[in-house]
């Protein structure tokens, strides 16, 4: 049981959440071009950002989100009788006629190529508070137009929106998490795949022995949120492997900002995949038998990860077999079309995205992960 | 956060806007035509005059929000609500790729209600979705093996016959745009934005080309399909429609039709707090009042909603405010539709069957008292009882008691 703490003084608005990002991450405090306080970040970190926060870059006049962009399954083979829900996203799609082809998707080697500069150089995240609700769109179109007025470049520019009320404040919550589990070791996602009808969890961590494998063939910097490993092909990585055996397990977390979380954190428990179950800031009040991660009154992350659950081993073996499968998605997503169709898409007679599934799925990680490195040379 | 479609469908439209505003800048002029979108619901449910993405029902009820729209910069004035505002809606978008998840079949219809009251104001809407999409799901109950099984999700066509009728009875275009097609809608939105330009001849016509190219496709994707919707329930068990419906008085109702729906009073969320997932799991309502909506559309004839499944008690639950507050919302929007309304099986007059009422009166305790799912043999039984009903009433056995 996580221990009663008196209620945190901290209100997750504008100021506090430059606070957090300044404290527990190093991001730099910086003016943006209006004279207003907010964030630098590294291209990566601002991938990461957008991916999980949703922050649009200010790419094009109106905006341009990661998030929800890079989806490969919506649910996992552990949970559905070993069948895998595949969805477009990562990979595109179009129709020919009555028959549906793989096409260029929303992976970072296709942004890269419509955005070229979203992956490089430093960006600035804009805070902007709302007082009323603003067309989103328009709201990015004035900025856009207001940076070059300011003789300064908004594709360095990424504008995050914060409302005044405690509304859409979780995605935040989600990207604290998730830089928190990428430095302790943890593969990271907040579009975790889950049928609709077994409760989506807002945020899942991942330890994993193929985060050595992944680091030590340059594919990553280190424990990082998913879909990052397609971002391979455009930032260099040196990271160093921890060289550590690690057994695999599943942590996940519930972001509220209102109301509890204990319904949902019930229902996961109940599943038996994961070793940890947490909530994230919530209203920061006593919370029974699941974990915590809030801030002190210095913005400062104290977690405190309550007590163990107790898994259902075989489930938990299959879902490890689903996440090597998993992640080998993303390490082809590193790859233009082409060469993805040339190495898995041969039928004419086959589905297209089926073909791919099943022969991703009967490649070995190993040999994914030559061929992957191969191919980007 | 779950998984969502809307992003894609919001930053769909934002991307449509990008390629047009640069195709017009490349022109040497600037887009007259703004995009009004958000990224949270709360911005879609405001009235369109408070800068949201709403509008009203003709009895001033809030109706279904968009999910974007495409507006200028100019004064108007809600014809039916009468609410001034500065920004003069041109395209609303509601858009889902909710099919590629498998939400396939008359999830759809719900969709209607989302632009139903558009026309009317002489302003131009669409549900932008997948043609054609693929959905991955469990293959278990259909005996294939692991670890795929895909099927297609078209678009429904008893929704586009309804957009169609939609658009002519109010002559302005309610579409419906391939979500894999961004051309098409790029192509529309820029003859839209040339008009607003100059609204000269040329432009003029080039609009109404955009527009006849997306009505003449959903035309052509319906056309079989229409030609034998009226005979099709006539002839086989489902749809479950019953167009000519016997009245008390023996005679069929002229003015009335009506669809039979297997689902229990849970549909609209009232349930008996024994299992805490049935609220979440059997809400159905905007299900059954979009199938209503839908059929009313299509044949412009009021639609009795037969419920077989639920008795005067259930009714009034509703009616005393028992369902959940979507449910609620949507058993509002039904019964104070003068066009629609609800029959339950005290509704319903079986003559000398005792028989087919007591087996409805069971299964409906049997589902109440789960409040759950029924089990398989009930579900089964059930489905053989609603086609029994629909032979039952074509051929007057029943009659409806009013």
Known sequence: ?377 | MAFGSDYRVKYLMRDVQRIVTERINKEGFENPLRLRVFDEDAGDNMMWDKGGLTFTTSDGEKAGSGDGAWYVEEAWTDPISKKKSKSTPILVIEGTFGTETGNVGDAQKTKLSHIFELPKRKILSAILMPKLAEYYTSGKNKKKSPPTFVQNGWWMKSLVMASISLSNQWKCETMLIDAYNKKQLEALVYALAKQQLENNNKNKEYVEKQLDEIMCEMSLYVEQYAKDFYFKSRRSDYPLIIFDLPMKNGNVSSKWIGKIHSDDVKAFGVTTGKNPKAKQRHRNGHRLLGNAQELNQITGKNVFLILPRWNKTDLKKLNDNHGDSQGQKEFINLIQNKELDILTMDDIDFGGDKVLQKEFKRIRKVGIDLDAKLPENDSDKLKELCVELKWGLYKKKYKIKR
Do not use: W
């Open chain 1, 1 to 377: 049981m996580v221990s009663s703490d008196k209620k945190s003084k901290i209100k997750l608005d504008k100021d506090s959440m430059i606070e957090i990002l300044h404290k527990n991450f190093g991001f730099k405090k910086v003016k943006d071009p209006f004279g207003n306080q907010a964030i630098q970040m590294s291209a990566r970190d601002a991938f990461r950002f957008s991916l999980i926060e949703g922050t649009p870059y200010l790419a094009q006049e109106y905006g341009y989100t990661c998030k929800e962009q890079m989806r490969v399954f919506y649910g996992r083979s552990s949970l559905n009788d070993g069948f895998v829900y595949y969805t477009p996203g990562l990979f595109g799609v179009k129709r020919i006629g009555d028959k549906i082809h793989l096409d260029e998707g929303n992976s970072p080697y296709y942004l890269n190529k419509k955005f070229p500069s979203m992956f490089h150089g430093n960006k600035t995240i804009i805070f902007y508070e709302e007082t009323t609700l603003e067309s989103k769109a328009e709201v990015e179109r004035n900025f856009h137009k207001k940076i070059k007025e300011k003789k300064k470049n908004p594709l360095e520019y990424l504008l995050s929106t914060v409302s005044k009320s405690n509304s859409r404040k979780e995605s935040f919550l989600e990207f604290v998490a998730s830089q928190y589990f990428n430095k302790e070791g943890y593969l990271t996602e907040n579009q975790v795949p889950y049928a609709n009808n077994q409760g989506v969890p807002d945020f899942a961590a991942y330890k994993t022995p193929l985060i050595d494998k992944l680091i030590d063939k340059k594919f990553i910097e280190s424990a990082c949120p998913i879909s990052e490993i397609s971002t391979a092909c455009i930032f260099s990585n040196k990271g160093k492997s921890s060289n550590k055996k690690i057994n695999y397990g599943v942590v996940i977390g519930e972001a509220k900002t209102n109301a509890n979380a204990t319904k949902q954190l019930c229902t996961h428990k109940d599943l038996g995949l994961a070793s940890y179950l947490f909530e994230i800031f919530a209203n920061q009040k006593k919370q029974t038998d699941f974990g915590l991660l809030k801030f002190n009154d210095d913005y400062m992350i104290n977690y405190d990860a309550g007590p163990s659950q107790s898994t259902d081993k075989t489930l938990l073996k299959n879902d490890e077999k689903f996440f090597e499968h998993y992640i080998k998605f993303y390490l082809l997503g590193n790859l233009p079309l082409e060469k993805i169709k040339e190495k898995f898409v041969t039928s004419k007679q086959e589905r297209e995205s089926e073909q791919l599934i099943k022969r991703v799925m009967k490649i070995s990680f190993k040999n994914m992960m030559d061929f992957v490195e191969q191919e980007m040379k």
